[in-house]
């Protein structure tokens, strides 16, 4: 196969509360990338995080990476209603192809 | 400056006919690749363009093809259409060339295919 694999498939969680969603690939990578793709905007870059990099955020988005055990998590804080979506992982082959895991459902209840 | 633009945006076709949509790149950006979303799929990815050269191939059969104009827009193919094709077809662009160190891409709307 050629994608990742993410966990969980789907999460519900009530507006205010913290969302984590996992990503884990196989091969050697330059970069992991998040999107999030719901009915409005289609699908929308989110944040990138370099195979260097452990930590990073942007706003009230915090990703991690692991290298040593191939695996990524996506942190969504204080969440909102407008986070309802889908979010994807990518990760960026050495050939610069994007691999893609089959995404977590998130849905916030009001 | 403008998006991604995918045209047209919904297809319903037969099994046995062929289909060909459309993409218009970012302004700038070389690089276009197309990828199939099915329900609860993620992303299949069918191939990308740069330059006019498909560098990257995903595993579809030789049913689907596509090609890149010299202006960076790319149309994609699909003969023989399938049951199995109806899909939401994907474009995305991204400045990624030789200079560039990531690929971010830049989501189109897409094209729904329904194959009846």
């Known amino acids: 196969s050629q994608q990742g694999e993410e966990d969980p498939q789907a999460l519900s969680i009530q507006e205010g509360e913290n969302a984590t969603m996992n990503c884990s690939y196989k091969t050697s990578i330059n970069n992991l990338q998040w999107y999030r793709q719901n009915s409005g905007r289609g699908l929308v870059h989110l944040i990138l995080i370099r195979s260097n990099e452990r930590e990073k955020h942007s706003g009230r988005l915090r990703v991690t990476l692991d290298t040593s055990k191939k695996s990524s998590s996506l942190l969504i804080t204080a969440s909102r209603a407008a986070d309802t979506a889908s979010y994807f992982c990518a990760m960026e082959g050495r050939n610069y192809q994007l691999i893609w895991g089959a995404g977590t459902k998130l849905i916030i209840k009001p | ?116």
């Open chain 2, 1 to 116: 400056k403008a998006g991604v633009t995918q045209t047209p945006r919904y297809l319903i076709k037969t099994r046995g006919q062929q289909v060909t949509l459309s993409c218009s790149p970012i302004s700038g950006h070389r690089s276009v690749s197309w990828y199939q979303q099915t329900p609860g799929q993620g992303l299949q990815f069918l191939f990308e363009y740069f330059s006019e050269t498909q560098r990257n191939k995903g595993n579809f059969p030789g049913r689907f093809s596509g090609r890149q104009f010299s202006n960076s827009r790319s149309e994609m193919n699909v003969s023989t259409l399938e049951l199995g094709d109806s899909a939401l077809y994907l474009c995305a662009s991204s400045l990624m060339g030789l200079a560039e160190t990531y690929n971010e891409q830049f989501f189109g709307p897409g094209t729904r295919l329904t194959v009846l």
